[in-house]
């Protein structure tokens, strides 16, 4: 039987903390709790339709990078599975199997932080005016979807649903975090993606980019938190076939937003209505993505 798709969640007895573009988040006692729905969002517009599988896609990818990566940095996630969660928040497990994360609670860092290792999106049309991408110089004679030299950290501001993340210099983020936090959260966000990358690339997927989130907990440490390393906050190319000099086929949204580049629609809410087809493709990459990586289907 398919799971139900999940747009949105109401938990009478529990307090919302906040509704972002994908996920439901809730006070449970001296946690969070994070519900991942199946909401979809591009260019910053939350479509009317879900994507089917999407919230156990990333909560089940998020799970693998979060223990992948334990020991290099440590991360919000404390259980997983709904019978370990509070007695208060189980009643609920219809909306929360296969979607639900436990975590610590965290003062998130102002910045987002950005992983590039390939040239494509905002960081080519830099590119191609400057050639710089968040003002980092870089050689001439690149093309869109060329590996870079080497990973560079990219961060960008953190934008309100509806609006929309801009890039800026690390001298930014320095203002905004501290100069030693920035520095902190650069070597964390380049080693996880070096890491990562290499993985991957064994799997068959190359991750062009890549978008993390750091908080400090209550003892002042710097953790991971928020999703890893999925779909929606990355860029995943297949390794077979892939040929810079233009985009590349991926196993994440940019389907999706190809897709919406064909309509006349001026990416302001509200968005146009997703054929069925367009729907089931993206669910399909998604899975993929999943499967590949983890070895673990949906």
């Not at 897709?259 to 990459?285: M, N």
Request: proline share 8%; net charge negative; with cysteine.
């Amino acid at each position: 039987m398919a799971t139900p798709i999940v747009l949105r969640t109401d938990f009478p007895d529990l307090k919302l903390h906040s509704r972002g573009k994908v996920r439901d988040i809730y006070e449970a006692g001296e946690h969070l709790l994070i519900v991942t729905t199946d909401r979809m969002s591009a260019f910053d517009v939350i479509m009317n339709e879900g994507i089917p599988g999407k919230g156990e896609v990333l909560t089940r990818l998020s799970r693998f990078w979060f223990e992948k990566m334990k020991a290099l940095v440590p991360n919000h996630l404390v259980a997983i599975e709904v019978d370990d969660f509070p007695v208060a928040v189980r009643r609920y497990r219809d909306q929360l199997e296969g979607r639900s994360m436990l975590v610590k609670k965290a003062r998130p860092l102002p910045v987002e932080c950005v992983a590039r290792g390939y040239l494509a999106g905002s960081g080519w049309k830099e590119y191609r005016e400057r050639r710089t991408v968040c003002g980092i110089p870089l050689p001439a004679g690149l093309q869109e979807s060329s590996q870079l030299p080497e990973p560079i950290f990219t961060p960008s501001t953190k934008a309100e649903i509806g609006h929309h993340d801009e890039n800026i210099p690390f001298s930014k983020a320095e203002e905004l975090c501290g100069k030693e936090r920035a520095a902190e959260a650069r070597d964390l966000t380049l080693a996880i993606y070096g890491r990562a990358a290499a993985l991957a690339e064994g799997r068959g997927i190359l991750i062009a980019d890549t978008k993390f989130e750091f908080g400090l907990d209550a003892d002042g440490k710097l953790i991971w938190i928020d999703e890893a390393l999925t779909p929606d906050s990355s860029r995943f190319w297949p390794l077979d076939g892939y040929r810079p000099g233009g985009p590349q086929p991926s196993f994440d949204k940019q389907f999706l937003r190809d897709y919406l580049e064909t309509l006349d629609w001026d990416k302001q809410a509200p968005p146009p209505p997703l054929p069925p087809e367009i729907i089931r493709k993206t669910s399909e990459k998604y899975r993929e993505a999943l499967e590949k990586l983890t070895g673990i289907g949906l």
